[in-house]
């Protein structure tokens, strides 16, 4: 807890310093843009010779103390003003206070205008700045702003006619855009769509963000759109329509709105913006037409400071863009979508030339700070590509030998949506998506925002480009005013520019001794630093005594519980050596019982077999008694039977008799 505090103390420190040093060079441009607000401005050609209060005032002074020893002409016979052509530039004269400026008569030649001419008849002339410098000074203060502070300028893109890919398509230059032709034309610049892994890897840092995004779970949203059924008949009816009814039916379900995730209170995709179907305009293409994704996500502008944007104005350039359509920074998703009258492949061709677009801004601003090694292989934009039946997601990464950067892609999800509507697996896309948002983002963000803090600040070179700007426009005026020369005697230089020089001299003066108090200043937070750094020492050996305290205390607390583990090792070997001769002795006590158990069923066998021995005996005793039966019931039936034989035959006997009885 010490240690969090002391690092979050020297942290505090060091971001004072820098806010205070940051704080000094703003006030310090400030204050020489306060200064510099007042301009000279072009006075109309319709408007008369009008007279300068300043330049009445300085002409008192110079016929005190005149700056040539030629005498001037005399007053009733005044020169006529000669304009001259100087090829010096008095753009970047920087003037302290404006000149007061008032109306006047001309001047005329006449004797009763000599008191209307003033005190600046001793020139001959009146002095007009016009025609003594050639023409007005512009607006500083707009020239040094735009100097310190370059901003990159928006411009329309028109495309010539020998310029637009459409025209080389036409004129037989290049192939038509996002053919097979094309494929092999983005292979040659060095965009390879498939490539062998063991020619592009990816680090295994990456590998493991792409499991993850495999692996994540997400809760589908409770809307109807996402019911199996309903996709179902969806896809059916946008099976042989156009991709425009692909990109309102399918996407959302693909591709889920962060801004709408936002407003269904998912906070953390807050630093996630879009835009659907607007032109990259500000970029130069590697291969084909300017990238019109249907939908990318990228950057909001919200999660950079103003000084972070700064950096990425001054940055800015078509070949590194960093500000995209929407105000959107650095693009991170692409998705591109086909109905069923265009091949798939087109959409891969697309997401691929839009990522690999995306993929080089981020080299190109660490290419800045030398640290290009950071993004070797890195995955840095994912794109979707997909139709009415079928889904593909890809991890965009490059790799840099030198000046040569290659751009490379791997799948990391398929799946066909008639196939997998009966499963889970349809609604893989949408929750890689989310996880795309949840964890590659900020990662992303986090790396943008290192190397911005690794680039110079604009206020420091703003600063340094002012400080140029006032040496040169000193020696400018030095310049004009050695080489003004008319006939026999030299102009004299005008005393308003010599004061400009002198305030201009003041002016670095005081912004030396800022950057003088500053230095001071920086000095004293050194010093506090160093009276810290010695505190957050001394805090050091208390939290090391601490430590060292806490480790006899541990030491201590860990021998007493080695003298309670072994007083209870000791408890338990009892316990079991009690246990062992309880359980020797229920062993013998249930060997007495099996024995007993053993002699009574051996006497139960043995009275089972005398019981069987008996009925033996008395099964055959009541066999012979039945056999003797048997016998006695089968001579019985034979007495029967021969009486019975007997008896017939005596019946037959008198049937003979009673029909010998009728025949007589």
């Known amino acids: 807890m010490s240690q969090s505090r002391i690092g979050a103390s020297s942290r505090h420190a060091l971001a004072s310093l820098h806010i205070s040093a940051t704080g000094t060079f703003a006030m310090a441009s400030k204050h020489l843009e306060v200064q510099n607000i007042h301009r000279v401005r072009k006075r109309p050609r319709s408007i008369g010779i009008r007279r300068s209060r300043r330049l009445e005032q300085a002409a008192k002074q110079h016929a005190i103390h005149p700056v040539h020893h030629l005498p001037s002409p005399p007053s009733e016979h005044p020169l006529q003003a000669r304009k001259r052509k100087f090829s010096h530039d008095t753009s970047h004269v920087s003037v302290a206070e404006p000149l007061q400026k008032k109306s006047r008569k001309r001047k005329t030649t006449g004797p009763h205008h000599q008191d209307e001419a003033g005190s600046d008849d001793q020139y001959g002339l ?49 192939p038509a855009a996002w053919t097979r032709k094309h494929e092999e034309k983005m292979e040659e610049v060095g965009l390879f769509m498939t490539a062998d892994r063991t020619q592009a890897t990816i680090t295994d840092e990456c590998q493991r963000l792409c499991d993850r ?38 996407m959302p379900i693909v591709v889920p709105s962060p801004e709408l995730l936002h407003i269904d209170g998912h906070a953390e995709v807050d630093n996630i913006c879009e835009a659907m179907n607007a032109e990259w305009t500000q970029c130069d293409t590697l291969c084909g037409p300017r990238p019109k994704p249907d939908f990318v996500g990228g950057i909001s502008a919200t999660e950079f400071t103003k000084e972070e944007k700064e950096k990425l104005q001054l940055s800015h350039t078509s070949a590194c863009p960093n500000l995209f359509p929407e105000n959107m920074y650095f693009p991170f998703l692409i998705c591109e979508v086909k109905g069923s009258d265009r091949p798939i492949e087109e959409a891969e061709r697309q997401a691929m030339h839009s990522a690999s677009i995306a993929i080089r801004a981020v080299i190109e601003l660490f290419r800045k700070v030398s640290a290009t090694a950071e993004v070797h292989q890195k995955v840095l934009a994912f ?58 983002a900020p990662q992303h963000i986090h790396r943008i925002r290192s190397v911005l803090s690794r680039m110079r600040s604009p206020t420091l070179a703003s600063f340094a480009t002012q400080l140029g700007i006032d040496e040169d426009s000193q020696a400018s005026i030095l310049d004009q005013s050695s080489s003004q020369e008319d006939g026999g005697f030299k102009k004299p230089s005008l005393p308003s520019v010599t004061r400009l020089q002198e305030e201009n001299d003041n002016l670095r003066n005081r912004l030396l001794e800022l950057l003088k108090n500053q230095q001071v200043e920086a000095s004293q937070q050194r010093e506090e630093q160093h009276a810290q750094r010695v505190l957050i020492e001394k805090q050091l050996a208390q939290q090391k005594e601490e430590s060292r305290e806490q480790k006899l205390m541990m030491e201590k607390q860990l021998a007493q519980q080695k003298e309670e583990s072994r007083e209870q090792k000791l408890m338990m070997e009892k ?44 099964s055959r005793e009541q066999k012979l008694m039945m056999e003797k039966q048997l016998a006695q019931q089968k001579e019985e039936s034979r007495e029967q039977k021969l009486m019975m034989e007997k008896q017939l035959a005596q019946q037959q006997d008198i049937i003979s008799l009673f029909k010998t009885s009728n025949a007589t």
Not at 233 to 247: A, H, I, Q, T
Request: net charge positive; charged share 30%; no cysteine.
């Open 213 to 250: 995004l495999l692996e994540a779970e997400y809760s589908m949203p409770e809307s109807p759109a996402y019911h199996p059924d309903r996709l179902a008949k969806v896809l059916r009816r946008v099976r042989f329509r156009n991709e425009s009814r692909v990109v309102r039916d399918v």
């Open 126 to 174: 009146d002095v007009r700045w016009d025609e003594y410098f050639g023409s007005w000074p512009v607006n500083i203060a707009e020239q040094s702003m735009s100097v310190r502070e370059p901003r990159a300028v928006k411009r329309s893109y028109t495309p010539s006619r020998s310029n637009s890919y459409s025209q080389r398509v036409r004129d037989g230059d290049s």
């Open 575 to 618: 316990q079991l050596a009690q246990q062992k001769e309880e359980s020797r002795e229920q062993k013998l006590m249930m060997e007495k019982q099996l024995a007993q158990q053993k002699e009574e069923s051996r006497e139960q066998k043995l009275m089972m077999e005398k019981q069987l021995a008996q009925q033996k005996e008395e």
């Open 383 to 440: 794109s979707v590509t997909h139709n009415h039946s079928m889904v593909m997601i890809f991890a965009h990464f490059a790799t840099i030998d030198g000046e040569k950067t290659s751009f490379y892609r791997r799948l990391v999800h398929l799946n066909r949506f008639a196939e997998d509507l009966e499963f889970t697996t349809w609604a893989k896309a949408y929750k890689i998506v989310r996880a795309i948002y949840e964890h590659f």
